[in-house]
């Protein structure tokens, strides 16, 4: 069985996980501790997708200067040792706080508003 987190000697920071997140393995890192995610089922997948598109045409349509980004974004909570990454499914940020998207690593700057979608499957700690 695969384990669902990945305790090292010391905690991860995030410039660690930053070096490690081009792996093809889906984690966060909470409080310094490598946390693996499992693929998302078929509807999870569907439902990000409609939020995204729905959010992503209103800001078309009303010329709002806003970024919509889906896919597991890498979002900086606490930097530093022990650090914390979330991976979030969607997430909305102005373009005046953000002009140019990262061509690498994780947003450090805290979006106006993150989307987690919620499966029957979480528990109280994946949230």
């Known amino acids: ?5 990945l305790q090292t000697s ?3 920071s995030v410039q660690d996980f930053e070096v490690m997140a081009d792996s093809d393995t889906p984690s966060e890192l909470i409080h310094g501790i490598l946390h693996f995610l499992t693929a998302n089922n078929p ?4 439902l990000c997708a ?18 919509v980004l889906s896919g597991e974004v890498g979002v900086v909570i606490r930097d ?3 650090g914390t990454v979330r991976a979030a499914d969607l997430a909305v940020i102005s373009k ?3 002009p140019d998207l990262p061509k690498s690593g994780f ?3 805290m979006p106006e508003l993150l989307v987690e979608i919620i499966s029957g499957s979480n528990t109280w700690t994946d949230t």
């Open 80 to 82: 530093g040792e022990a």
């Open 43 to 46: 509807i999870h997948a569907e």
């Open 10 to 12: 010391s905690p991860l």
């Open 107 to 109: 947003l450090r700057v």
């Open 96 to 98: 005046e706080r953000l």
């Open 50 to 67: 409609r939020l995204a598109c729905i959010l992503q045409t209103k800001c078309v349509q009303d010329n709002l200067p806003l970024r």
């Open 1 to 5: 069985m695969f384990p669902s987190a």
